[in-house]
């Protein structure tokens, strides 16, 4: 039999083979895919109730922190006296320097000062070896007395020619020669009452005097030693008492400092120590430079201070507060309760809603000046009200709070007496704080408020003008 027919025969043998696997294969494809899908199906689905529960969560923790209360501190606005003043980087200059030179050559004779002591005008303070100058004085008197001797005879001798020239005896030309003769020695008597004149000069200059009141430093050529007219540099005197003291202030300040000048106002200055914190002197503003520096964009100025505790010393760095105004009732609250956003200037201040609650809110306010930790407010704040100085950060309007009392610390460099330094634009700049934006000392920006309608950064006001 044939293969061909022996298939023909027995169909159904070869279809019972071949069927069956290939429909097992396709369902356990299809179980395989189910499981994969069911599986992601799982997978999303919990995903999508993990995130809703967080969500839940998160709000359920936001309600309970909206009806907790936020513990902050506050401090009260103060209404006090405070002086406006401008502050610059200033180095102490004596009032008059001199250094001392001979007007004359000669040895160095011991020195009539002790270094470091207070000499005053005319007194005298070196000596060069005198001899040589006064044997040249000497000597311009011994030709002084021959041509005097010598103008006398002169002097006898044309008396003589005269009286024989009016008898008719001598000539005309004899007597002409003798008044040229008496003429000649005038002359020379005239020169040697000139040199004797110098070698008194040069004899006075061997004694060197103090031209100023002063403190004498230490000696640059020690006795014995040979110098040099108007080249050897032996000791400088400055002087302490007055003292003056030359600081900068940027060219947007000048102004208004010029006005004052011209208005004949006498301008108070302060001086403070390199850390701006304790005060060294007081005294006044005396002028201005007639120029501005044209690379730094600034005007220097010059102050004088009695300085009668020697107090200031030359070349000393200081920090000056040029008092310009005198507020008798300004509004002062402390530099951390300012917040800058979109709408402006800002504070939070503490109140009670109807049931009684200290509740938080925005209060605008207008900054006049910042200095350190202290703020000048124009307007938007009374005396007495409270502000927030700590946890702002977490304030909303209308928030729950619980306020304690913060201590206020004093201005830097201004802790006697409370002084304001005014900005560059001026004492009477508006929104001088918003507009200097986070250049206080030692501040850095604060994180975003959640109350803060702006959405913005907050920062400190500016403590001062950076000179």
Known sequence: MSLDSASAAHPS?????????????????????????????????????????????????????????????????????????????????????????????????????????????????????????????????????HDEALLRNAQAEVARYKALFDAGVVSRETLDADVAAQGQYEGAIAADKAAIETAQLQLDWCTIQSPIDGKIGLRLVDPGNIITANTTNLVIINQFQPIAVYFTLPEGQLPQVLRMLNEEKRLPVDAYDRGDVQKIASGELLTADNQIDTTTGTDRLKA?????????????????????????????????????????????????????????????V???????????????????????VDGADRLRPGALVVASSGRQPAAAGAQDNGQIAAPAGGPFAPSAASSAGPRARGATPRPRSAGDPSGSDQAQPAQRVAQ
């Open 13 to 145: 043998t070869f279809g019972a083979r071949h069927d069956p696997p290939a429909r097992k294969g396709t369902w356990t494809r299809l179980l395989v895919y189910l499981i994969v899908v069911c599986g992601l199906a799982f997978i999303v689905w919990r995903i999508y109730q993990n995130r809703k529960a967080a969500a839940n969560q998160a709000q359920m923790q936001a309600a309970s922190l909206t009806n907790r209360p936020v513990p902050v501190q506050v401090a009260a606005v103060e209404q006090k006296p405070m002086p406006i003043f401008l502050t610059g980087l200033g180095t102490v200059t004596p009032y008059m320097s001199v250094t001392v030179k001979a007007r004359v050559s000669g040895e160095l004779e011991p020195v009539k000062f002790t270094e470091g002591q207070q000499v005053r005008k005319g007194e005298t303070i070196m000596v060069i070896d005198p001899s040589p100058y006064q044997a040249a004085l000497d000597q311009a008197k011994g030709t002084l007395a």
């Open 304 to 364: 004088v201070f009695d300085n009668r505790d020697g107090s200031l010393f030359p070349n000393q760095f200081v920090n000056i507060h040029l008092v310009l105004e005198d507020r008798p009732n300004a509004l002062v609250v402390p530099s951390a309760a300012i917040q800058s956003g979109l709408q402006g200037t800002y504070v939070w201040t503490t109140g009670t809603d109807a049931s009684g609650k200290a509740t938080a809110r925005i209060q605008p």
């Open 366 to 388: 207008r900054v006049a000046l910042a200095e350190g930790q202290v703020t000048i407010v124009d307007s938007g704040l009374q005396k007495g009200q409270p502000v927030v």
